[in-house]
């Protein structure tokens, strides 16, 4: 198989990025970076208008471009197969259940080969249905749209609506009137997409980036008038901070809610009198974090206060609802982490994983009584759907898993009963008992114990030579769930086995998981990663040399981190929008994230532990003269989150340095940010691409396309 790689790659030559080095020093500490001029001085001005990209570098970036077409344009056959199979399983005229409120039951849907979703609605009890935002008429005229938020007001008359048309995350907000069908005047712009509504429907509230891209303001706008005429509501102050906006549990009040990755704080307004200033619920307190749903003047609070380090839940007045005042409702359990809460009128409902496992949890508020939902396979997505109504007995939660695709069921809370609304249609077929699904656990350096969850085809064979991709993220606490994704099978049904690494950094077995995973324990996720993809070469799942790595943002910054402590195991490594240039990225406190990052990795500006620490791992800068698999990084050009330089200079000095092994290629999506291509059919596009170069890695792309 390297043979070919190497034939391949050697057909085309790649392209070379000039060295021209800068230098800096931070904490006694000389760096010198060849690639740092990938960086357009005007990146701000590029995500508004890609257009303005330096013209150097937009002819580098192109000419990554074209050399990945080399390597991979012979996979093109290939490439339109697995769209078509992976669209093949998707319900093109899917619709979701309607969710009920007062009069109406609102749905999103899509029409047969629509790209983007539309909103609607029906009377409650049955009836026409209207739609009043078409997605796909919105974007015609565009070459990048996405949805952000969209929210009915409370009278039912208006619906406010968010679009980014750049990739860029800059959302512009417009009202629509259900009765004619058309927008107002105002336009409020450079949002992060999210609005509230005031009780009147006269005015909705708004969280506006700031020059850099940071959500720090809320502002209050009144229909009819312009946004230069907007009220400031509240403005924080601490640029590691951001802020965004929710209806609370009642609808009473909207929910500023601020906070960075270790602590948090919130304000309350009421959205009857949105005049009156946000009212502070407790006063921040580094490392405390908390979230508030509120039922009368009694506040449940979601919180980590007092060690809880997996959580509990604390009740409060609302008129008193200081620290002081927070009493024990559901106390912590070590190793039983509640992911979230959601109150109604007579119960609290609450999301706990333990064990790697979630589990539904709901309390009669009245009796205390507690009853859970769970489920038997051996790995499983579970999750709630929340409601537009308090005043319910019903509960929405969706379940499904590796091999069972996505089910929506109603669940009274009061009766214990429950009813199937949905269940994922695949309209090409598939038989869940042609899949099987199983958990096994890795043994890291430390002796911890990793889970790793498995989907393959149920005639494969353990012999140790399968194809086997494995994917992980292992930061910020998300946990990777074993839920259901139907593009995941057109590698099963051609031999792979697909396996999740539940890697320290996520939340997957409790708050403590991510805590071992961050900062100086970084280095942990990575660890966990090659202990897994050993595990399963140890179980005779698969071989060395026939895994291929894949993650994307913190998991491509996992990828290139493992590209260099253990890239003798893989195949292939895919990093998506990879957060690679860790340390070059925390010493520029003007990027969107940095500040707010700080928590998360250690701030090396003012920390010389910090930036030693980082150093030691940032995958740009631990590029080593060593042979490397064959790697895809794939960036956004107008990405804000992991900007577009990040994997190019990688790429280039991957390249540079490199002795062996191989190719390395980047694909840039010019017209795109962190979440790659819009609409639902173009994203299958960019799977595709992953999918022919997984199974070129492994050697297998040329008999799949001779087959086809």
Known sequence: MTEILDKQAAAVKPPEAPRRPHSFTRHGITITDDYAWLKDPSWQEVLHDPAVLDPDIRAY???????????LGHTATLQKKLVAEMRGRIKEDDSSVPSPDGPYAYFRKFREGGQHEMFGRMPRDGGDEHI????????????YFKFGDSRHSWDHRLQAWSADTKGSEYFAIRIRDWQTGEDFDDLVEDTDGGMVWSADCKSFFYVKLDENHRPMQVWRHRLGTAQADDILVYEEQDPGWFTHLHESSSGRFCVIAGGDHETSEQRLIDLKNPDAPPRLVAAR?????YSIADRGEELFILTNADNAIDFKIVTAPLTAAERA???????????????????YS??????????ALPSIIIRDLATGDE??????EAAYSLDTMGSYEFDTTNLRFAYSSMTTPSEVYDYDMAKRTRVLRKRQ???SGHNPADYVTTRIMAISHDGVEVPISLLHHRDFKRDGNAPLLLYGYGSYGHAMPASFNANRLSLVDRGFVYAIAHIRGGTDKGWGWYLDGKREKKTNSFDDFAACARALIEANYTSEKRIVGHGGSAGGMLMGAVANRAGELFAGIVAEVPFVDVLNTMLDDTLPLTPPEWPEWG??????????TILSYSPYDNVAAKAYPAILAMAGLTDPRVTYWEPAKWIARLRATMTGGGPVMLRTNMGAGHGGASGRFNRLDEIAIVYAFALWAVGLAEVDAIGA
């Open 346 to 355: 007579g119960h609290l409902v609450r999301l706990e994983r333990a064990h």
């Open 371 to 376: 009853h859970a939902i769970a489920f038997d």
């Open 61 to 71: 970036l192109e000419a990554e471009n074209n050399y990945t077409e080399s390597l």
């Open 603 to 612: 701030n090396p500006i003012e920390s010389e532990k910090d930036f030693r």
């Open 132 to 143: 009043v935002l078409d997605g796909d008429a919105l974007a015609k005229d565009q070459d």
């Open 425 to 427: 249609e695949i309209p």
């Open 325 to 343: 005042n927070w009493r024990d409702l559901i106390g912590h359990r070590p190793g039983v982490y509640i992911l979230g809460h959601d109150l």
């Open 285 to 289: 307190e580094k490392g405390v974090q």
